[in-house]
């Protein structure tokens, strides 16, 4: 299996550091993922096909040891989910397909007949959510998981970033956005549903 193991995010440091991330070298890491800021940006362990294919600008990797993976402020521990437009979604799953050498675990519309189709990819800890958007292809967002939502939304506030209330979210659990205007990218922080008692 593929693992998305470098991700660009636009933006500089002090706008990371203000929601709650601990950034050296315009650098920080969430779990297995190395995060890189400049620019939007993937990378994997492995590719099967050219990932040009896929319109976004790719990550190689440095060949360096990554950093290992920091305590940060807001208790993230890793990233849930990166958001991926594709102008038409069949030919976004041919290209992913080829690119990361498996299928998509689920195709859908988690928001109903009327929201977009949706396929979803497991790339180690995170998932890629590839949507149709009608756009060229680009990554848009990203969504960070922390065990606990309020103490992340309380450490963001005193580190000076924008961050909404905690809310219920779609795929259940509880989620928190980042005012978009904040790095120009779709921001949000995750606390996991809570597991059924037995």
Not at 50 to 78: K, R, W
Request: glycine share 12%.
């Amino acid at each position: 299996m593929p693992n998305l193991t470098r991700l660009g995010l636009p933006g500089d440091e002090q706008s990371w550091a203000a929601l709650g991330f601990t950034v050296t070298d315009g650098r920080f890491r969430v779990g297995q993922v190395e995060c890189v800021l400049g620019e939007a940006a993937w990378g994997f362990d492995e590719t099967h096909a050219a990932p040009d294919t896929l319109g976004v600008p790719y990550l190689e990797s440095t060949g360096s040891q990554p950093a290992s993976a920091a305590t940060h402020p807001n208790g993230v521990t890793t990233i849930d989910h990166v958001v991926y437009w594709a102008p038409e979604l069949d030919d976004a799953v041919t290209n992913l397909n080829a690119v990361l050498g498996i299928e998509p675990r689920r195709r859908f519309f988690p928001r109903g007949p009327e929201g977009p189709e949706m396929a979803f990819y497991r790339v180690g800890e995170p998932f890629i959510e590839a949507v149709t958007s009608g756009r060229p292809a680009a990554l848009v967002g990203v969504a960070f998981m922390t065990p606990d939502l309020d103490a992340a939304v309380t450490a963001i506030r005193a580190a000076g970033g924008p961050v909404g209330d905690p809310k219920p979210a779609v795929q259940g659990g509880r989620i928190a956005g980042v005012w978009r205007g904040h790095v120009r990218w779709g921001v949000a922080f995750m606390e996991p549903k809570p597991k059924p008692r037995a």
